[in-house]
């Protein structure tokens, strides 16, 4: 069974960076999508920035510019690396890892952006 674990959410003020980490672990199939979503409070969740199983990337319109998804495919591990945030940057960031037997969710990561 695959599992995710995220790491790297906090507190950071507007402008700052902040660099997510996903890493999975379990049976992992060569070629798989991967990648990352958020939900803030009375909102649904939404794709962030993604790999997909050909290594194609795509970005929220929010997000372009600003954010870089990055991945180590010997570790099975994607990283979202987040520079210039901006308070409505603030949610909950689930890593997401899509293989040929199903879908994955990660715990998920508190990042809050606050003066």
């Known amino acids: 069974q695959v599992q995710l674990v995220e790491s790297g959410g906090g507190l950071v003020q507007p402008g700052g960076s902040l660099r997510l980490s996903c890493a999975a672990s379990g049976i992992i199939f060569s070629s798989y999508a991967m990648g990352w979503y958020r939900q803030a409070p009375g909102k649904q969740r939404e794709l962030v920035a993604v790999?997909?199983?050909?290594?194609?990337?795509t970005y929220s319109d929010s997000v372009k510019g600003r954010f870089t998804i990055s991945r180590d495919y010997a570790k099975n591990t994607v990283y979202l690396q987040m520079n210039s945030l901006k308070l409505e940057d603030t949610a909950v960031y689930y890593c997401?890892?899509?293989?040929?037997?199903?879908?994955?969710w990660g715990q998920g990561t508190q990042v809050t952006v606050s003066s």
């Open positions: 997401k890892l899509v293989t040929t037997t199903g879908v994955s």
């Open positions: 790999f997909s199983s050909v290594g194609s990337t």
